[in-house]
Structure formats: C-alpha cells, structure tokens
C-alpha cells in the first residue's frame, strides 16, 4: 500500500523559509518521480516543482529561484525547501507521485503567509 505522509508546514512570517517533508513507503521511492503540489480553497490543485528518480528538477515560474525540491533515496524521503516566502504562498502543499498510471496523494501540509 502506497502511502505518503508530508509535515513541516505552518503560520510562518513573509520573507521567511519552511522545510516541507514527505516520507514515502509502499513504492520503490528511489525509481519514481515526486512531486509537490498545492492547493489553496476553490481553487484547482497546482504543480509545484517536480524532481525525476535521478534528480532533475522542474519548478512553477511562481517559485522558481525560491524553492528547492530535493529527494534522499535512502530514507525515502521528499523534501521542499522554500524560501523568501510572500502571502501567495499560503496553501496546502501535497505530495504526488505516480505507479502504474495511479496517481498517489499525501494528506498535505497547511502553510501559511502573514505578518
């Protein structure tokens, strides 16, 4: 079973960093791409920066610059670094990958931007 658990999120002040964690078991982590995600009310979830099983990166135009997506294969592990945070920011944030043509989803992580 496939499950993917993220944390790290939170209220965090603007121009300030989060670390965004998902920790990954059910799946050969190390072959699949990842991916982070984000969503915010009424709104359709949006792609965030994705990462390949040997570490090429993709980010949103939004982000680029401010985030870092980042895998550690051994503990099965997802990282997002984000940095220089701005209001627009404020979103859940969920952690993607896919197996088999099925598409897997954390629970996501709730961040928010405000002074």
């Known amino acids: 079973q496939v499950r993917l658990v993220e944390s790290g999120g939170g209220l965090v002040q603007p121009g300030g960093s989060l670390r965004l964690s998902c920790v990954a078991s059910?799946?050969?982590?190390?072959?699949?791409?990842m991916a982070w995600y984000r969503q915010t009310p009424g709104k359709e979830r949006q792609l965030v920066a994705t990462?390949?099983?040997?570490?090429?990166?993709n980010y949103t135009e939004s982000v680029r610059g401010r985030f870092t997506i980042s895998r550690n294969n051994v503990r099965n592990i997802l990282f997002l670094q984000m940095n220089n945070l701005k209001p627009e920011d404020t979103a859940d944030y969920y952690c993607?990958?896919?197996?088999?043509?099925?598409?897997?989803w954390g629970q996501g992580t709730p961040v928010t931007v405000s002074s």
């Open positions: 993607n990958t896919r197996r088999a043509g099925t598409s897997f």
């Open positions: 059910g799946i050969n982590f190390k072959i699949h791409p």
């Open positions: 990462i390949t099983s040997d570490g090429n990166t």
